[in-house]
């Protein structure tokens, strides 16, 4: 008797399973526990953790896959740039928001057809890229008006609200991303249209507000399928949290006391709860910048330039083996 059948049913088997494995559902850890219980063995080979743990994900296919996005990406646009001026309005807005969604109708295809695989992710990334410009090609060619930033704003909310509804049905990184980048865009448009005459100031308080809103997505994303996100997002957040702050200490009396409260927090969540050697980093920069700053306000002029050189180096020096070590202690296992 052929074994053909009982193949075939192992192989869509493996293909659901590895589905799942992509789409986050189930972990690999859970699937290496389960072949432990199931054989009666235990692995001794320690388990990968962190970024090490995501290499295998990122296989030669996949590599294959991001190189030949970002030729589409790149002809595409030097293919536009050459006809532009030979289209008309139809045909402007076709090569612009027309192939962006036709390349994220491509995608969530092959995502509903093979998940398993890397394509969907690709025709994603591609569509992600065109579709907001597309989206502001078609507005300029319907004879908007643009003296108010309110056109632009609207668009972007259709384009985030596009992404948002494709991130809940696919589920995927890719999606989740484009919702982030282009909901980021719109909380400043909005800004823009809701406060035509907002200062510096109000924009350094919204981006403290975004670099908080983004480190704690990146905590509620350690155990979804969103995980691979919370580096880049814990980068930006902490980045955008302290440069907007640090902004403001020369100006502000309140922000220039409490800022090193600020970094000295982050450098304690880094290790307490997010466990992110990333902002243990950037908490750690944001501490050295403030004593720069504090040191050439206060200092440099009484004890004189040199001798506060020296002071930073000593307490720069300090500042790193009190980080290596929380990181050996806490972080690195």
Request: charged share 10%.
């Amino acid at each position: 008797m052929s074994n053909k059948p009982q193949d075939i049913s192992a192989q869509a088997l493996l293909d659901e399973l590895a589905s799942r494995i992509e789409s986050g559902a189930i972990s690999e850890a859970e699937v290496r526990t389960l072949l432990e219980q199931s054989t009666g063995t235990t692995s001794t080979a320690p388990s990968p953790t962190g970024p090490i743990a995501r290499l295998p994900s990122l296989s030669i296919m996949r590599l294959l896959y991001v190189i030949g996005a970002i030729f589409i990406t790149l002809g595409v646009l030097y293919l536009v740039s050459q006809i532009w001026d030979d289209l008309g309005a139809a045909g402007r807005i076709f090569i612009t928001l027309g192939l962006g969604l036709i390349f994220a109708g491509t995608g969530s295809y092959f995502m509903l057809r093979d998940p398993a695989r890397g394509q969907g992710t690709v025709f994603h990334g591609i569509g992600g890229c065109i579709i907001p410009g597309g989206a502001l090609v078609t507005l300029d060619e319907m004879g908007v008006d643009f003296d108010s930033t309110w056109p632009i704003t609207l668009t972007i909310a259709m384009v985030f609200v596009f992404y948002t509804a494709l991130t809940f049905v696919h589920r995927r990184v890719i999606l989740t991303f484009w919702a982030f980048t282009n909901g980021t865009v719109l909380t400043y448009l909005l800004m823009n249209s809701l406060l035509p005459t907002a200062s510096g100031e109000h924009y350094d308080y919204l981006t403290m507000t975004i670099g908080i809103s983004y480190l704690i997505c990146a905590y509620l994303f350690r155990s979804d399928c969103n995980d691979r996100l919370s580096p880049l997002l814990n980068f930006f957040g902490a980045i955008g949290f302290y440069g907007a702050a640090f902004s403001q200490v020369p100006d502000r009396v309140i922000m220039e006391m409490l800022f090193p409260i600020l970094a000295f927090g982050g450098l304690a969540l880094s290790v307490a709860l997010l466990h992110s050697r990333l902002l243990l980093v950037i908490s750690n920069l944001a501490i050295i910048a403030y004593i720069i700053y504090f040191t050439a306000e206060y200092f440099a002029d009484s004890i004189g330039w040199p001798v506060a050189l020296i002071l930073l180096g000593f307490i720069i020096i300090g500042i790193g083996y009190f980080s290596i070590s929380l990181n050996r202690k806490y972080l690195k296992q």
